[in-house]
């Protein structure tokens, strides 16, 4: 089997990537310009990395032929960023729908089953939040169904919505190729995927706002706050990315019953707000270390606007319905919270531990 991956480099690639070498008789075709997380499979035998981004017509010239002779195409490439998303519209809007536009028509053209990552921020803000107290608790007005659910974005000055909108687009044409045209496929919603290898950082491995797990353990392991934007009462389901890829796995192995469907992954038994998220991270930094200095590791409340800029707009809430989702993959998410921290925060600890330690013992 053939896979052409886009975005291979990414976290989501590199740990598809590494799972599927691990079987005989699978070769990858990788496009991405970034390889650090995936450095330690460069040298693998069934891998064949194309270092370089799909823009511009001589790349996609190139990538054509690689479409002509995958069996599958998992398209993971895009600006994901939340930090961007009403900083650099027109990047983000670029990036995840005008570049992603050519590889849906090739696909068709091909006749090439395509697996996309879409978000679960197409679901925009729930109906919910815009209605009385009394009402909130109506599970129709905030459980979210793949091929059910209304799609609720704010208006266009806040451009926070730009990447949400932009990957509605591309699966509405990803849609429009499959009634038209026959093109097969699978458009996956991930519900924050964590694990190692996720985002980068910052002020270790980058500069900037990463997503939120990413943000509280930079922030534990270099002695600072974590920041709870608008007093972390925003809620998300948390998925280990391991779940995540059995269930891509799972996309590819049962093909006569997967394709031409819409996908929520995610786990909706690890649903928590992000003051609780913060306090989950002390204790499995507690816990891995067996330091208990870290369950006072103090937080920050912040003012959404200050922190993220002009524009931004939250979820109040995304939790999701996977019945389909269990059925048509004979998938069920297994990783608790609090196992899937304890692999990340631990991956990070064995990384970086020794700069806290150091700065601990002063
Ligand atoms: N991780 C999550 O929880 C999550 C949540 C929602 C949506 N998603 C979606 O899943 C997909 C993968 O996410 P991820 O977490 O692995 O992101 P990531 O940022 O780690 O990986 C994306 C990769 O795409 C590459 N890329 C960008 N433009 C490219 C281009 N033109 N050509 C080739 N490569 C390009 C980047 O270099 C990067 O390595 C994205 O579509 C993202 O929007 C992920």
Excluded at 145 to 155: F, I, K, L
Excluded at 232 to 250: E, F, N, P, Y
Aim: hydrophobic share 40%; with cysteine; proline share 5%.
């Amino acid at each position: 089997m053939n896979i052409l991956v886009p975005g291979c480099g990414g976290f989501i690639g590199s740990h598809f990537v590494e799972r599927m070498l691990a079987r005989d008789g699978v070769t990858i075709v990788g496009w991405d310009a970034e390889t650090s997380k995936i450095s330690h499979l460069l040298d693998h035998p069934r891998l064949v990395l194309r270092q370089r981004l799909l823009k511009g017509p001589s790349a996609y010239e190139a990538f054509a032929a690689d479409v002509e002779n995958c069996d599958w195409l998992v398209n993971l490439a895009a600006i994901c960023n939340p930090s961007q998303y009403n900083t650099e519209p027109l990047r983000t809007i670029y990036a995840n729908f005008i570049d992603g536009y050519p590889i849906v028509e090739l696909a068709s053209q091909y006749k090439k089953p395509l697996i996309h990552y879409s978000t679960s921020e197409v679901y925009g803000r729930t109906l919910a939040s815009y209605v009385s107290s009394e009402v909130y608790a109506a599970e129709d007005l905030y459980l979210m169904d793949a091929e059910r659910t209304p799609m609720v974005m704010g208006p266009i000055q806040n451009q926070r919505w730009t990447y949400a909108t932009a990957k509605q687009l591309l699966e509405r044409l990803i849609y429009a190729y499959h009634k038209e045209s026959g093109l097969d496929f699978a458009v996956i919603r991930p519900f924050n995927f964590f694990g190692p290898r996720m985002d980068y950082l910052p002020g270790i491995e980058g500069e900037g706002k990463p997503r939120v797990l990413a943000m509280f353990i930079a922030a534990v392991l270099q002695g600072r706050p974590m920041l709870l934007v608008d007093g972390g009462r925003a809620k998300r389901t948390i998925t280990s990315i391991h779940d995540a890829i059995d269930a891509l796995v799972a996309v590819i192995e049962r093909r006569e019953q997967s394709l031409n469907h819409f996908y929520n992954i995610g786990n909706p038994a690890n649903e928590v707000s992000m003051r609780e998220l913060a306090q989950a991270v002390r204790s499995a930094f507690a816990r891995v270390t067996g330091e208990p200095r870290f369950l006072d590791h103090p937080t920050l409340d912040v003012d959404a606007r200050a922190f993220y800029g002009d524009g931004y707009e939250d979820c109040d809430r995304r939790i999701l319905d996977i019945s389909a989702e269990q059925a048509r993959l004979a998938w069920t998410p297994k990783r608790s919270l609090e196992q899937l921290l304890d692999e990340t925060v631990g991956y990070y600890w064995q990384k970086y531990g020794e700069r806290s330690r150091l700065r601990a013992t002063g």
